[in-house]
């Protein structure tokens, strides 16, 4: 089983319990953002029915005061913070025993900031919002208001201290009652003598009880399992104050364009006008939610492992991209009917508003995603200046649109600004370094397609047929009757063999059913056969013999082309090693076995050109027959053959220990169990798929080849870009390299990972006329591997 690149569905194992599909929610990552964002969308709803409601129970005007009263109260509360939920979200994971004293120091000064900043909106009302000061002008208003700012700072606050817990699929439940509680409070103050405030009163009063429910369970149940784990970061006060410096000056400027947007309105439009606007911003406002969900989750995750960085930039652009064009354009084409929900009233200019804030969503998702890349990194001077610029654009841009357009020029405004700032970010970004923006675009392409192929279920549930002579030859094997039998689809593979589960009734007994599809998969199904016959011969007598695979009957002579396999012990290595602390000694562990493969045959080698025509001009010429989408012949020539000369002047005359290479030593084809021995985490219980696997392979060739797979797999990214870092020696640290972890491997790390991708592409290539018809596996995998080595220049450990 060839390890696939990501741009593909992963192939699922042959093993007892097959990974099904949707598989991308099992990312952090995604289960998290996908909850914030699942949060967003509950409120978004359930916050259309509310505004609906309160369109039909109360007077235009009433909505418009109260709704700006709202948005206020929002804006304060998020300048209350004090930035503290950026600082929590980043950090909070990562502190260990001092989380539960970070909160309640959080909720503290949040507190006492939102009742401060709510006072001072309450005394500067009447030069701030002539319009709203009538409505909180007597003294019991004026407290009630500004003790409501300090109450919704901690409500909003305490969901920034959910996700920084890793505790984000939480929110939605938190939102959804709150949410279903407003809108029962909305009807029962629609009559009442509240009336004038009935929308506000709904809006704020289930904080009252939701802040205390949350927090018993923060208390006593999230930060508990968080102080259990050791810390691996210990904030200072400077790196608080950091957090409100640039960053909160950003936010500062984020929020004052949010909430002073509504008074604008309401100054310029009237009540009525302040009305409509509310209604279309408050359905935007939860599309922009939706990257600022990811951008939260992204920043969780990139705390527990920074080298991530890049990956989950990747699939956060991928997620929020495709989610936010989605959103966009239904809205665009539902907008008439969406606000007709609320009546006749919010239709006309309230249309076309509605249209250009949804597609303002869309660049702003993309700047949101930078702003959280970049405040990750703890850059957070560029984020003051993207927020200052925009809210400066946009104050600009409705100064001079509003007396043309009326409140259509807020929607121009919001589109304009946010798209001239992300037109700036990009140019920017440019000229600093072009090659990191387009790895970063090609890693999020390729993240983008395999996403959409995990959301095809996938997994054993699928029955199929046997041809009578396979029936007849799992029977005998199995010795149960045919009819008794019950055979699953585990996957096809990209070496054109399908491979079926095959059990009893009763499920106490399993073997699996390869057979080829494909010319290319008889031949791969032959080698793996004789492989296997000779590799017993050699490695008979050693512990090694025991993992290799079983083939019970050999149905090839029956003109159907199939084998029937034992079913192996254990977990296929990219379930096992998922999330595994002692990820790199499992890998050192599995490496050390196919070395001692290795060396029980292998005998001194004095390298000639028989050898590298196999093993460097073979594959070579299966790269040049692979056309380019963007690389100029000339430079691939150039590049491949420098990488044929440097290969040849390093391996030609050297004597060299030859024996068994896997092939494809990969995760997927390395199963692990758990240890019943002393201290020690798992051991390998079995090694699949040897039809790639020689006996004239470098010591070196199936560590190398781990620890490059491996780590396309930890980071989900192609294998083109592991192979690139290596050799345009950057990157962020493998999680396990043979030149690092390995006493045994001190060749150059750039020959071996070039000699390893030779085979990677050499392989897929002979296997599958898929890879050399899709364009996103070419581009990443083997144009970006040549114009970085281009770039590079030539190995620096080469004689």
């Known amino acids: 089983m060839s390890r696939p690149d990501t741009a593909y569905p992963r192939p699922l194992a042959a093993t007892a319990e097959s990974r099904k599909g949707w598989t991308f929610l099992a990312d952090p990552l995604a289960r998290n953002g996908l909850a914030l964002v699942s949060s967003a969308a509950l409120s978004a709803i359930l916050g259309l029915a509310y505004w609906v409601l309160a369109a039909r129970l109360y007077p235009a005007e009433v909505v418009g005061i109260n709704a700006v009263m709202i948005n206020s109260m929002i804006a304060l509360a998020n300048l209350g913070q004090l930035n503290l939920g950026n600082f929590l979200t980043r950090t909070l994971a990562g502190t260990g025993p001092q989380a539960g004293r970070i909160?309640?120091?959080?909720?503290?000064?949040?507190?006492?900031?939102?009742?401060?900043?709510?006072?001072?909106?309450?005394?500067?009302?009447?030069?701030?919002?002539?319009?709203l000061s009538f409505a909180i002008s007597s003294l019991w208003m004026a407290v009630g208001y500004a003790f409501c700012v300090a109450v919704w700072t901690i409500f909003n606050l305490q969901d920034s201290v959910l996700s920084g817990l890793r505790q984000s699929v939480w929110?939605?439940?938190?939102?959804?009652?709150?949410?279903?509680?407003?809108?029962?409070?909305?009807?029962?103050?629609?009559?009442?003598?509240?009336?004038?405030?009935?929308?506000?009163?709904?809006?704020?009063?289930?904080?009252?009880?939701?802040?205390?429910?949350?927090?018993?369970?923060?208390?006593?149940?999230?930060?508990?399992?968080?102080?259990?784990?050791?810390?691996?970061?210990?904030?200072?006060?400077?790196?608080?104050?950091?957090?409100?410096?640039?960053?909160?000056?950003?936010?500062?400027?984020?929020?004052i364009g949010l909430g002073v947007a509504p008074i604008l309105v309401l100054q310029l439009g009237g009540a009525s006008a302040a009305a409509g606007y509310s209604i279309a911003w408050a359905i935007t406002y939860s599309i922009y939610l939706v990257a600022r969900s990811f951008g939260i989750s992204m920043m969780a995750e990139t705390a527990a492992d920074p080298a991530l960085r890049k990956s989950l930039a990747?699939?956060?652009?991928?997620?929020?991209?495709?989610?936010?064009?989605?959103?966009?354009?239904?809205?665009?084409?539902?907008?008439p009917h969406i606000l007709l929900i609320f009546g006749k009233d919010y239709t006309g200019d309230n249309i076309t508003l509605l249209r250009l804030l949804v597609l303002s969503a869309v660049p702003w998702g993309l700047t949101t995603i930078y702003i959280s890349l970049a405040r990750s990194a703890g850059k957070t001077g560029r984020i003051a200046i993207i927020q200052i610029a925009t809210m400066g654009l946009f104050f600009l841009a409705t100064a001079i649109l509003f007396r043309i357009y009326g409140v259509i020029g807020i929607g121009f405004a919001w589109l304009a600004s946010h798209s001239l700032v992300l037109a700036a970010i990009g140019m920017v970004e440019i000229r600093k370094d072009p090659w990191r923006l387009v790895e970063l675009l090609l890693v999020t392409v390729s993240t983008a397609a395999r996403l959409l192929?995990?959301?095809?279920?996938?997994?054993?549930?699928?029955?199929?047929?046997?041809a009578p002579s396979q029936a007849s030859a799992a029977a005998e094997v199995m010795a149960e009757p045919a009819s008794r039998l019950i055979v699953r689809r585990v996957t096809t593979f990209d070496n054109d063999c399908e491979t079926l589960k095959i059990e009893n009734a009763n499920a106490t007994n399993c073997v699996y059913l390869k057979r080829a599809t494909t010319p290319q998969g008889r031949a791969a199904l032959a080698r793996h056969v004789e492989t296997i016959a000779r590799l017993r011969g050699d490695i008979a007598t050693t512990p090694q013999s025991g993992l290799l695979p079983e083939i019970l009957f050999d149905g090839r002579g029956t003109g159907s082309n199939f084998i029937i396999q034992r079913s192996v012990a254990g977990i296929d290595g990219r379930e096992f090693l998922k999330d595994r602390p002692d990820r790199p000694d499992l890998l050192v562990r599995a490496s050390d076995i196919m070395a001692a493969i290795h060396t029980a045959g292998s005998r001194e080698i004095l390298i000639d050109r028989n050898?590298?025509?196999?093993?460097?001009?073979?594959?070579?010429?299966?790269?040049?027959?692979?056309?380019?989408?963007?690389?100029?012949?000339?430079?691939?020539?150039?590049?491949?053959?420098?990488?044929?000369?440097?290969?040849?002047?390093?391996?030609?005359?050297?004597?060299?220990?030859?024996?068994?290479h896997h092939g494809d030593f990969s995760p997927g084809n390395v199963f692990f169990e758990s240890s019943i021995e002393a201290g020690a985490s798992g051991h390998v219980s079995a090694i699949i798929d040897w039809d790639g696997a020689e006996d004239n392979g470098p010591a070196a060739i199936d560590a190398w080849?781990?620890?490059?797979?491996?780590?396309?797999?930890?980071?989900?990214?192609?294998?083109?870009?592991?192979?690139?870092?290596?050799?345009?020696?950057?990157?962020?640290?493998?999680?396990?390299?043979p030149d690092r972890d390995l006493a045994a491997c001190g060749d150059p790390p750039e020959i071996f990972a070039v000699l390893a991708w030779l085979q990677h592409v050499k392989n897929n290539l002979n296997k599958s006329e898929t890879y050399r018809k899709n364009p996103i596996w070419r581009l990443n995998n083997i144009e970006w591997v040549l114009e970085g080595f281009l770039q590079t220049g030539t190995f620096r450990s080469a004689p």
């Open 103 to 131: 909160v309640v120091i959080s909720y503290i000064l949040a507190t006492v900031s939102g009742a401060v900043f709510g006072t001072a909106f309450v005394l500067l009302s009447q030069w701030l919002a002539p319009d």
């Open 171 to 255: 929110v939605p439940v938190e939102n959804g009652a709150f949410s279903v509680a407003k809108l029962v409070l909305l009807g029962l103050f629609a009559d009442s003598q509240l009336g004038l405030f009935g929308p506000f009163l709904a809006w704020i009063l289930p904080t009252f009880l939701l802040i205390p429910v949350v927090n018993f369970f923060v208390a006593f149940r999230f930060v508990p399992r968080t102080a259990r784990l050791p810390a691996t970061q210990r904030p200072t006060i400077g790196q608080v104050a950091g957090m409100m410096g640039w960053d909160y000056l950003a936010t500062i400027a984020m929020m």
């Open 314 to 335: 990747a699939r956060s652009l991928a997620l929020v991209t495709g989610l936010l064009v989605l959103a966009a354009l239904g809205i665009v084409v539902l907008a």
């Open 453 to 466: 192929s995990q959301l095809r279920p996938k997994g054993q549930k699928t029955r199929a047929g046997l």
């Open 611 to 660: 050898w590298l025509l196999q093993w460097v001009d073979e594959p070579i010429s299966k790269i040049v027959t692979v056309s380019s989408l963007w690389l100029p012949p000339k430079r691939k020539a150039a590049a491949l053959e420098k990488m044929r000369e440097d290969q040849h002047r390093y391996w030609l005359g050297r004597r060299v220990l030859l024996g068994w």
């Open 705 to 737: 080849n781990l620890a490059l797979t491996a780590e396309s797999d930890r980071r989900e990214e192609e294998f083109g870009f592991v192979v690139r870092d290596v050799i345009c020696r950057r990157g962020p640290a493998f999680g396990f390299r």
